[in-house]
C-alpha cells in the first residue's frame, strides 16, 4: 500500500513543532515538501530521512544568523 500523503498541520505534529516553523524550513532548511496545487504536502518517510540525515539542524542551509552568547553584543558589520 502507498504511503500517504500528510498536510502542513499533520507533518507539524509528527514533527512537534508548529506548523509555521514547517513554511519556514521550506524554503530556509530545504525541507522536503511537494506543492499540489495551492496545499504543501509531505511524505513522513521523506522528512524523517531528511531529519535523521541531520539536514533540519544544519545552520548552514538555514541561512538565519546565528544569535550571539548570553552577555555579549553582536558586532557590526
Do not use: C, Q
Not at 55 to 69: I, R
Request: proline fraction near 5%; hydrophobic fraction near 35%.
Amino acid at each position: 500500500m502507498a504511503e500517504r500523503w500528510l498536510s502542513v498541520d499533520e507533518i507539524a505534529a509528527h514533527l512537534g513543532v508548529n506548523p509555521d516553523t514547517i513554511y519556514k524550513w521550506i524554503t530556509r532548511k530545504r525541507m522536503p515538501a511537494h506543492k499540489v496545487g495551492k496545499l504543501w504536502k509531505f511524505l513522513a518517510s521523506e522528512i524523517d530521512g531528511w531529519v535523521k540525515g541531520g539536514l533540519a539542524g544544519d545552520e548552514s542551509s538555514g541561512g538565519e544568523a546565528k544569535s550571539p552568547a548570553k552577555g555579549k553584543k553582536p558586532t557590526k558589520t
